[in-house]
């Protein structure tokens, strides 16, 4: 699985958009951009994923570049229950994909 | 749906002891499998399992055993207890193995080995 960079914190007013880039530019075609966050050594929780083209859910926003070398997400309006490490994850389309390798992640802070 | 459960949330062991974490989802997910997070740091792949009767190590597997008679169920055994082994673990189920399917991870069960 291509390697992914985050930065290691980032601060976000309640209510602002929060805006969290991840580089991975070694990832191939056939790899999956996914997003994970773990609140407070809870169970990492799911985001959203996307191959190509950028995607919606009722969560956040992922827009992945053309050149699929980098990617945002985006939570549009965020409050302090998103305080949170968040993961960028690349993982293969098929195959076994045996795990999920979890990065060191962003620390996103909500400040009130 | 409960989604993926784990039990007990909290254990203290003494070294040698043995114990199983269990592991349970009711999504009829295929796959599962087991990490565990040591502080400050990323989750690591002990062993997984593509469906039932199927099992293979992943990263970390030393120490730990694992079956799958059923779809649903997924257990982890320690062996001998370590304090090495002290750590959250976490289990995670996805519908299928390959990379477009999200896991989904229970809530952890937090091990201290003395």
């Known amino acids: 699985d291509a390697k992914t960079t985050q930065p290691t914190s980032m601060d976000c007013a309640e209510g602002r958009a929060a805006n969290l880039p991840c580089n991975h530019s070694?990832?191939?075609?056939?790899?999956?951009v996914y997003w994970y966050r773990q609140i407070h050594s809870q169970g990492p929780q799911y985001i959203i994923h996307?191959?190509?083209n950028n995607e919606t859910n009722e969560m956040a926003s992922l827009i992945i570049t053309e050149d699929r070398k980098s990617s945002t997400l985006i939570l549009p309006h965020a409050t302090l229950r998103d305080t949170a490490v968040y993961y960028c994850i690349v993982r293969f389309s098929s195959g076994s994909a045996r795990q999920l390798t979890f990065g060191s992640g962003t620390q996103l802070t909500v400040l009130p | 749906n409960a989604g993926v459960t784990q039990t007990p949330k909290f254990q203290v062991l003494k070294t040698g002891q043995s114990m199983t974490l269990q592991c349970a989802q009711d999504?009829?997910?295929?796959?599962m499998s087991w990490y565990r997070q040591d502080p400050g740091m990323g989750l690591r792949l002990i062993h997984y399992s593509v469906g039932a009767g199927i099992t293979d190590q992943g990263e970390v597997p030393n120490g730990y055993n694992v079956s799958r008679s059923t779809t649903e169920d997924f257990p982890l055994r320690l062996l001998s207890a370590a304090p090495s082994q002290t750590s959250v673990y976490f289990c995670?189920?996805?519908?299928?193995?390959?990379?477009?399917?999200?896991?989904?991870f229970g809530p952890g069960t937090r091990l201290t080995v003395t």
């Open positions: 995670a189920s996805s519908k299928l193995a390959g990379g477009g399917n999200e896991q989904y």
């Open positions: 070694t990832i191939s075609g056939n790899e999956y």
């Open positions: 999504m009829n997910h295929e796959y």
């Open positions: 996307g191959l190509k």
